[in-house]
């Protein structure tokens, strides 16, 4: 059997991290790219590699992919963790801080999931993964988030499109919603929250690695709400 390959985009940040582990605990030959390399604190996985990319890069991050296919012959799956945060309401946002947003969040995001759904859609397999948000989901949590919420809300309309264009072959494209994720920043600026509502970034990993396999291969279009109590 053929070993599978997984890109994870942001493999440096917490939630990368725990979806690189996974994959490559689970035998997949896991690609994770990062911003700078000397900045990483990528745990040093088994079938793991690090890729530096700029997501912001168009043309390089259509480069890397076909490097990836290149070596690999595919890629099975596409995990896109990469993104940013920030809080505003609109009397304090301006167009240019929605535009970073929108970088951070949708850019980072097109400029892989795009090249990868081509070669995915020519091989006729793939599942690709974008990290959505309560926020982008529904605009009544988008209250003080402004900036974040637009440019989140953006992914879900990218799975729509990219899921209509697929429709009949395999290939599908999910959203992940994560509730409060349980990481060492969202517990530096919560302390008094209840940490045991929270979800784990290995539990995020765990749905997106099920959601991956063929157990799920008939689902299609889905939103993945991972909220635990939070």
């Not at 799956?77 to 940013?84: E, I, K, Q, S």
């Amino acid at each position: 059997m053929l070993e599978k390959t997984v890109i994870v985009t942001g493999a440096n940040g917490n939630l990368g991290q725990a979806v690189v582990k996974k994959f490559s605990d689970k035998s997949y030959h896991v690609i994770g790219t990062v911003r700078h390399k000397q900045q990483s604190n990528q745990t040093n996985e088994k079938n793991a590699e690090e890729a530096e990319l700029d997501l912001l890069q168009e043309e390089d991050c259509r480069k890397f992919v076909e490097e990836v296919i290149a070596k690999n012959n595919q890629i099975d799956v596409a995990v896109l963790t990469a993104g940013g945060f920030t809080m505003d309401d609109i009397a304090n946002t301006t167009t240019s801080d929605i535009y970073k947003q929108y970088q951070l969040n949708f850019e980072t995001a097109y400029n892989i999931a795009r090249p990868v759904f081509i070669e995915m859609m020519k091989q006729n397999s793939g599942r690709i993964f974008v990290i959505g948000s309560r926020a982008g989901l529904d605009s009544k949590n988008g209250k003080g988030v402004v900036a974040y919420s637009l440019s989140k809300s953006l992914i879900f309309r990218l799975a729509e499109l990219m899921n209509a264009e697929a429709k009949g072959k395999n290939v599908v494209v999910s959203v992940i919603v994560p509730g409060t994720i349980d990481t060492p920043p969202n517990r530096k600026s919560m302390p008094d929250a209840d940490f045991s509502a929270w979800v784990l970034p290995s539990e995020i990993a765990e749905v997106i690695y099920f959601y991956s396999g063929d157990e799920a291969g008939s689902l299609r279009e889905p939103v993945i709400k991972v909220y635990n109590r939070s």
